[in-house]
């Protein structure tokens, strides 16, 4: 059975047109343009076709904070789906079908979090961890008091890590909420990463290489190269335009993930081949499950799994480590 998702305009690409300046809904801030830019940027890279090799079998498995995942995608976290999509489903039933299928596809699954704490995050955590826990806490920048909160929630289930989404300091409903988000500096990332004890730290939201530096020096573990879908900022750059010159900053010391844009198995090809460790997809996945539960994630990930394998082969990649800058032209 289908669910109706009345906020979402289910274009046949996922671009930021339609949807423009739609916030609650699914459009970009202000003109939507860092939203549009994110796909427009990816189009513009070309995969280089080259059969002339004996590549057969294709190893898509990549290794992930430790676990053996069997794509380098993961479904980004995504709060608030009954406001942002017109969906008649809690965030607690959204997520338990989200990580399902992430889990029967082993991939990361990413939580998300909003300002109403038992429905956006704390049900959400205890979906992700009956599902098996395999992904990350995404938790606001709040002021620190409510961090530390969220981190009881942390300690109650047992999930694989946890992330910050600091460019939410910019979505506009939270930024005035009685618990108000704020801006972080590297001082706070460094607590931050203190209060996940061994476990691993996300920062997400890095779109320059000065920030992906201090967020290594506050000790995290991983970056995820996101302008949070085009909602905190207009006019950013693409994800994909900042991603070459964030991992050259990072030199392999920490994981980098990006998002923004990604639609199909060679946006994720174009991605890794840039050096990125893996690729989250937001709304296309979200959008599935709001629709169509688990099945219809499982699908939107075997079509994506299907064309990355494709271009694997086109390009001449046998696993993920052949995928190199050499295989995309600019
Ligand atoms: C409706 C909606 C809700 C979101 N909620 C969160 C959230 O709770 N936490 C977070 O880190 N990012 C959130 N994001 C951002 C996504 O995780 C992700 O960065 C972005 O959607 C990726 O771009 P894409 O949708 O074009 O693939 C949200 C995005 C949307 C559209």
Avoid at 28 to 57: C, H, M, R
Avoid at 142 to 166: C, N, P, S, Y
Avoid at 180 to 185: A, Q
Avoid at 255 to 265: K, Q, W
Wanted: aromatic share 6%.
């Amino acid at each position: 059975m289908k669910r109706e998702a009345t906020l979402c305009r289910q274009c046949p690409v996922c671009n930021g047109f339609a949807c423009r300046g739609e916030i609650p809904g699914l459009g970009g801030i202000g003109q939507g343009i860092s939203f549009i830019n994110n796909v427009k940027e990816l189009a513009k890279i070309k995969l280089n076709l080259d059969v002339l090799n004996d590549v057969k079998d294709i190893d898509t498995s990549t290794d992930l904070f430790g676990e053996k995942c069997d794509l380098p995608l993961c479904c980004a976290p995504i709060a608030g789906i009954r406001n942002n999509y017109g969906t008649d489903i809690s965030d607690y039933d959204y997520n338990t079908e989200l990580a399902k299928a992430c889990r029967e596809e082993n991939i990361l699954c990413f939580v998300g979090d909003g300002i109403d704490f038992e429905n956006y995050f704390h049900l959400p955590a205890k979906a992700l961890h009956e599902q098996g826990g395999k992904g990350f806490l995404t938790i606001k920048p709040w002021q620190m008091e409510t961090v530390k909160q969220r981190f009881e929630t942390v300690k109650e289930f047992d999930v694989l890590g946890v992330a910050m989404d600091i460019d939410a300091a910019g979505l506009p409903l939270l930024r005035n909420a009685k618990t108000p988000v704020e801006n972080k500096d590297i001082r706070a990332l460094h607590e931050i990463k203190k209060l996940c004890g061994d476990k691993p730290f996300i920062v997400k939201g890095i779109m320059t290489k000065e920030a992906a530096l201090l967020a290594l020096e506050a000790g995290a573990d991983g970056i995820i190269v996101s302008n949070h879908g085009g909602r905190v900022l207009d006019e950013t750059p693409a994800t994909i335009e900042v991603l070459e010159e964030i991992v050259e900053a990072i030199n392999g010391r920490l994981t980098v993930l990006v998002d923004g844009g990604f639609r199909t198995g060679n946006d994720i090809f174009k991605a890794i081949a840039l050096g990125a460790d893996a690729v989250l997809v937001g709304r296309p996945l979200a959008l599935a499950c709001a629709t169509e539960g688990t099945d219809g994630v499982r699908n939107s990930i075997q079509k994506l799994k299907k064309e990355f394998i494709h271009a694997m082969r086109m390009t001449g990649c046998e696993n993920i480590s052949a995928i190199t800058h050499t295989k995309v032209r600019k």
